[in-house]
Nanobody
């Protein structure tokens, strides 16, 4: 059973924007904090942003001011709006449900210089 599905990745030039989506399979989505993680080539997975059930957000220093995390509990969906993208943002982006440990399959984001 697929529980989290990411979409919206792609190839973009530096300075451009992308919005990622993470669709959850059920209403359990509303009662769990959620996070976006990324794994650059050859590196470990890292937390990008986290959002509480009430919508409070925290960001990694490297994306603060450029990325915005949000959620729509009515649609069981979380978003990551990414702007002013840099080549170092290139990674596979994953969504995670904290309370049950579910992970999505990941979506590739590639930023060209």
């Amino acid at each position: 059973q697929v529980r989290l599905v990411e979409s919206g990745g792609g190839l973009v030039q530096a300075g451009g924007s992308l919005t990622l989506s993470c669709k959850a399979s059920g209403s359990w989505f509303a009662i769990t904090p959620m996070g976006w993680y990324r794994q650059p080539p050859g590196k470990s997975r890292e937390l990008v942003a986290r959002i509480s059930t009430g919508g409070s957000a925290n960001y990694a220093a490297s994306v603060e001011g450029r990325f915005t995390i949000s959620r729509d509990n009515a649609k069981n969906t979380m978003y990551l709006q990414m702007s002013s993208l840099k080549p170092e943002d290139t990674a596979v982006y994953f969504c995670n449900a904290e309370s049950n440990g579910f992970w999505g399959q990941g979506t590739q984001v590639t930023v060209s210089s």
